[in-house]
């Protein structure tokens, strides 16, 4: 899977320099499919790191093709990959890497007024590699030759019959298979339904809405699925440290100034984050000192009221702290 720190946006006019706003999309989207997480982009870590998104940005450039009135122009951003990946651990998640389950897709639709396999070059089919690549998430599709329509028929995929789709499928060695059918009520309304195999489970999967709603809202559940086991939610440091534990932090702007007190102490080496949650914050810090010369250090910050340490159920302590800002 390549191009994971770089993304290519829809522009109208070609401008000396991308503007803040195309950087941060930009950034985003990079961030979603580095982290293999939808839901990055709202940790305090990184909402603090999208007001300067121009430090993570490695370079630019335009493309144009067509003319006239079938101009389409698209910016390419380009991220600093070591930059990216250092802001994702910061949140507690591991960037999944290049090495990525591939998930082959049989889709059948109806589209087209009639019962037929969609092909790379189908409508549905661009929209579903598209959601696809904005997820980070390698998928293969058959080549619908001879071995495949010897094993496999358009009525197969649309009946969901699992056996037929499992032995189909074994030529490709993929890491998970969907095989899906989409269809148009006369109410123009699309219903997606599917099937996801993986380590010998099947698991039934069914939209309705807009083909590219359907579309996108398959993809997104099978990435979530594929990349939960790699994806590391918890983080590695939460026994490394002194953990402190500050509430009454309700706004980004309480965020910032927090960690910005923390960072400037000499005694602080490195802070991340462990949780935010109903104006909690609770944050590891790496020491260069010892925890008596860390509270004496915040000792001094009137915003900053020290409360009751502590202990968890492994003895581990924990130094809490209500925010005055």
Request: aromatic share 6%; glycine share 6%; charged share 20%.
């Amino acid at each position: 899977m390549n191009k994971l720190y770089s993304v290519e946006l829809p522009v109208s006019v070609e401008t000396q320099a991308p503007t803040e706003a195309q950087i941060i999309e930009g950034l985003t989207q990079v961030l979603v499919k580095v982290s293999g997480k939808r839901s990055l982009s709202t940790h305090p870590v990184i909402r603090q790191q999208l007001l300067t998104p121009a430090t993570f940005l490695q370079q630019f450039s335009f493309a144009s093709q067509g003319s006239g009135a079938e101009k389409a122009t698209t910016l390419l951003l380009d991220y600093n990959s070591a930059a990216v990946d250092h802001l994702i651990t910061q949140t507690g998640v591991k960037p999944l890497g290049i090495q990525r389950p591939t998930l082959l897709v049989w889709l059948v639709s109806d589209l087209a007024g009639y019962q037929d396999f969609s092909t790379v070059d189908s409508d549905e089919m661009k929209v579903l590699t598209a959601a696809a690549k904005g997820r980070g998430l390698p998928v293969q599709l058959p080549l619908l030759d001879l071995a495949d329509q010897t094993a496999i028929q358009v009525s197969d995929v649309w009946g969901l019959f699992e056996d037929a789709v499992q032995t189909s499928s074994q030529r490709y060695r993929p890491d998970a298979v969907l095989a899906a059918r989409l269809q148009r009520s006369t109410s123009g309304i699309a219903q997606l339904e599917g099937i996801l195999l993986k380590d010998n489970q099947i698991e039934r999967v069914s939209y309705s809405g807009s083909v590219d709603e359907v579309l996108t809202q398959v993809v997104d559940t099978v990435a979530d699925q594929l990349f939960h086991p790699v994806v590391s939610h918890d983080l590695s440091y939460f026994q490394s440290g002194i953990a402190i534990n500050v509430s009454n932090i309700h706004s980004l702007r309480d965020y910032i100034q927090l960690t910005e007190f923390l960072t400037s102490l000499p005694i602080v080496s490195t802070i991340k984050p462990e949780r935010v949650a109903n104006g909690d914050v609770t944050l590891r810090l790496e020491l260069d000192g010892s925890e008596q010369q860390l509270q004496q250090a915040i000792g001094v910050e009137p915003r900053l009221q020290a409360r009751d340490q502590q202990l968890n159920s492994n003895g581990i302590k924990t130094l809490n702290y209500y925010w005055q800002g």
